[in-house]
């Protein structure tokens, strides 16, 4: 199974992009992938129009699509709660997402507790934006957050994106409920997270439909036996996002031990 943990749709006005429901089905399908975590963009001019199309497709798609909810946070802080919680309690989503460099965030500022405080209410993880648009963008800032609530995990979106992935994995070597998603990773950096940290920290995500092929490749090129492979490409992030599996999927991945199981019992 391979899950891919940071999807984007709809349009965004600070990066200039847009991706649309079909285009985002075709790459899964094209990629092999069984499942996406998707999230607006930090430049949609209506994140919450943009949740409902997450939502939607998601519905289209039982099991394969799984939603991120991104809003800025600078806003009346209960506007930010009340659309958080619609998300999260009446849409299914997973996680809440702080984009330090597209929504301009401090991850030390009250508007960004506001964020930790709602992810540790409603249960979910927060995945934050982490490499270009420093010093906002830095993986340490995220750490006296990671301590304030140790109940919630906080994913380092890029872990680093390549020129912070030392402090990326510093932090994740600090912190236990610190995750790492790999996407715009170095083939190199992401073998030393997988040693250094396990496997159950660190998660496959592409951030792009044309990326998504090569982040594959690159965790191909590791030559991971298969249970560290099943762990960084699906298993970690089912974990992390708490993701119910479809039957399926669980035949397909616990088949082996559930048939061995089943015969134990008959003798
Ligand atoms: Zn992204």
């Avoid at 912070?164 to 070597?173: D, H, K, R, S």
């Avoid at 970690?236 to 397909?252: D, K, N």
Wanted: net charge negative; proline share 8%.
């Amino acid at each position: 199974m391979i899950i891919d943990v940071h999807q984007h749709l709809g349009p965004c006005r600070v990066f200039g992009l847009n991706i649309e429901e079909a285009d985002l089905m075709a790459a899964l399908d094209r990629n092999g992938v069984d499942a996406a975590i998707v999230q607006p963009y930090p430049g949609a001019p209506d994140p919450g129009a943009v949740h409902d199309r997450i939502a939607a497709l998601a519905r289209q798609h039982p099991g394969r699509i799984f939603g991120i909810m991104s809003m800025s946070p600078h806003c009346d802080p209960e506007v930010y709660r009340a659309e958080a919680r619609r998300c999260v309690e009446e849409l299914g989503f997973v996680a809440l997402k702080i984009h330090t460099i597209g929504h301009a965030v401090n991850p030390l500022t009250p508007d960004a507790q506001v964020v930790y405080r709602t992810a540790a209410e409603l249960g979910v993880p927060v995945m934050i934006h982490t490499g270009p648009g420093v010093p906002l963008a830095l993986p340490a800032l995220i750490l006296p957050a990671s301590r304030e609530y140790p109940g919630t995990t906080f994913i380092l979106a890029h872990s680093g994106h390549t020129i912070y992935a030392p402090e990326a994995f510093v932090v994740a070597q600090e912190r236990t409920n610190i995750v790492l998603d790999t996407s715009w990773s170095a083939p190199d950096d992401i073998k030393w997270f997988i040693e250094g940290l396990g496997p159950d920290r660190v998660m496959m995500g592409s951030d792009s439909l044309l990326n998504l092929a090569a982040e594959l490749a690159k965790y191909r090129a590791l030559d991971l036996d298969d249970a560290t492979l099943e762990r960084v490409l699906a298993g970690t992030a089912r974990a992390v996002f708490r993701l119910p599996v479809s039957a399926e999927h669980e035949e397909r991945v616990t088949g082996p031990a559930r048939a061995t199981a089943h015969s134990a019992a008959r003798t």
